[in-house]
């Protein structure tokens, strides 16, 4: 079981940039592939990136590709998403999620454990 808790959204103009975290609760963090999602309203939760535990693969949505960066910090349980020149279509709760299968999962249903969510706002 891990719990997940996100911060760091916000408001914040079309081009600029905003970091939003996860942190993890429990020892194991580096045994969970983690992602980050948003849903913004009216539409579907969207895939936004993916990392595996050991943070050496990346991977991305087409839509924020060369612009949102994933990483994470075993050290501090915590999974990070750099998120720069953003746009207002950009605006959406994001959550972290976790999945400790050993793969490297795209679709929502495949992740175990799932945060709470943190707002982004990109006006224009």
């Known amino acids: 079981q891990v719990q997940l808790v996100e911060s760091g959204g916000g408001l914040v103009q079309a081009g600029g940039s905003l970091r939003v975290s996860c942190v993890a609760s429990g020892r194991t963090f580096s045994r969970y592939a983690m992602g980050w999602f948003r849903q913004a309203p009216g539409k579907e939760r969207e895939f936004v990136a993916g990392i595996s535990g050991s943070g050496d693969s990346t991977y991305y949505g087409d839509s924020v590709k060369g612009r949102f960066t994933i990483s994470r910090d075993n050290a501090k349980n915590t999974v990070y998403l750099q998120m720069n020149s953003l746009k207002p279509e950009d605006t959406a709760v994001y959550y972290c999620?976790?999945?400790?299968?050993?793969?490297?999962?795209?679709?929502?249903?495949?992740?175990?454990?799932w945060g709470q969510g943190t707002q982004v706002t990109v006006s224009s």
């Open positions: 999620a976790a999945d400790d299968s050993g793969t490297l999962p795209y679709y929502s249903d495949e992740y175990d454990f």
